[in-house]
């Protein structure tokens, strides 16, 4: 982390008072994005080349706990590692599911580093983050988009700033872009924003429920992803000729999108969120070297949402950045989806 994005949490926290709690608590709900999110224009602030639009998953995501610590109880031996001196800025005790994650793990770093922005706040305490995901890590959705935000939810209640939505973020954005979006329930649009300081670039719900929506979660891998998605965007934008094209589609796909929302026009929705996601895979593919998250299962998967549709049933797909595949239908063809495709999980983002 660094001045320019303490800079910019300084900014939005406007000199509001910190007076911890004993403990802050909040939950945020994973989500996915129909029209999706590729590329920085700003690495420092995560600010995005283009808007997006996404879908929160209800209940499933991340619930957090974090309470400020000593130091001293911070560098007892739990932190495991013995012997093994903590890298510099870690004493934080840092929980998933819960278990202590090793210092070194790229999870428990990925968090501190974020808690390093507000560690001045809080009088420079080190910090106990307990994080629940309520969504089967395995379902490859257990993403940072509910852990960043749960987190700065958790930090607000700790310190009883009292931001409100756009803040909160703004805030979760600089640990993960698509964080943002995962404040609000719901269908979301994170507005890209073109001001270079970062204050326009926030998500914000889209008032319009739409309780037959399904999303079946088909997990085809749950191997590591070689690339994760910071490096993927910067080397698409960066060689991928064909990226060149993104923004402008990316744009055209949102407005789609937001008027099927309003229209109930299913068919139009699910037709462009699919080539949105294989658009986005598109630009991945011509970058050099080539970035492929999709899998052999993935490609064979592809081909059958292709073949059950061209039977009649009404089912689309989304990918992001790996090999599973999100599928989309409504209530009434549920029973069928899950015929066609066994093993799926399916999710009700309206409850
Ligand atoms: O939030 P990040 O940096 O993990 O990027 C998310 C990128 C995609 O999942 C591929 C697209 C999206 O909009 O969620």
Not at 140 to 164: E, R, T
Request: hydrophobic share 40%; charged share 20%.
């Amino acid at each position: 982390m660094n001045d320019i994005q303490s800079q910019f949490v300084k900014k939005i926290l406007n000199g509001a008072q910190t007076m911890p709690k004993e403990k802050g608590v909040a939950f945020a709900p994973s989500n996915i994005a129909l029209c999706k999110y590729w590329g920085k224009r700003d690495a420092a602030l995560n600010l995005p080349v283009n808007s997006s639009l996404s879908i929160s998953l209800g209940d499933l995501g991340t619930r957090t706990e974090i309470r400020c610590i000593d130091v001293e109880q911070a560098s007892l031996p739990a932190q495991g590692q013995a012997g093994m001196p903590a890298p510099q800025g870690i004493p934080d005790m840092v929980y998933l599911n819960g278990e202590l994650q090793p210092v070194n793990s790229s999870f428990a770093k990925r968090i501190s580093s974020f808690l390093d922005l507000f560690r001045p706040m809080f009088g420079n305490a080190h910090f106990e983050v307990r994080t629940e995901n309520t969504i089967p890590t395995a379902a490859g959705l257990a993403s940072s988009a509910s852990g960043f935000a749960a987190l700065v939810m958790a930090l607000d209640d700790l310190a009883g700033w009292g931001l409100d939505k756009k803040r909160r973020s703004m805030l979760a954005r600089l640990g993960s872009g698509s964080a943002a979006r995962s404040i609000f329930d719901g269908f979301v649009q994170w507005n890209a924003g073109t001001n270079p300081a970062g204050t326009d670039s926030f998500a914000e719900k889209i008032d319009n429920e739409w309780p037959e929506f399904r999303i079946g979660i088909l997990e085809l891998s749950s191997a590591p992803k070689p690339v994760g998605s910071r490096d993927g965007m910067n080397r698409t934008v960066a060689t991928s000729e064909l990226y060149k094209s993104w923004p402008q589609q990316a744009a055209a796909d949102l407005e789609t999108i937001r008027a099927t929302i309003d229209a109930r026009d299913f068919a139009l929705l699910g037709k462009t969120a699919e080539r949105n996601a294989l658009a986005m895979h598109a630009t991945m593919l011509a970058a050099w070297p080539p970035l492929i998250y999709l899998q052999p299962e993935t490609i064979e998967q592809i081909h059958k949402v292709q073949r059950v549709r061209a039977e009649g049933l009404e089912v689309y797909l989304t990918i992001d950045a790996g090999p599973n595949i999100k599928l989309l239908f409504l209530e009434e063809n549920e029973a069928a989806v899950t015929t066609a495709f066994p093993g799926l999980q399916t999710i009700k983002p309206f409850g």
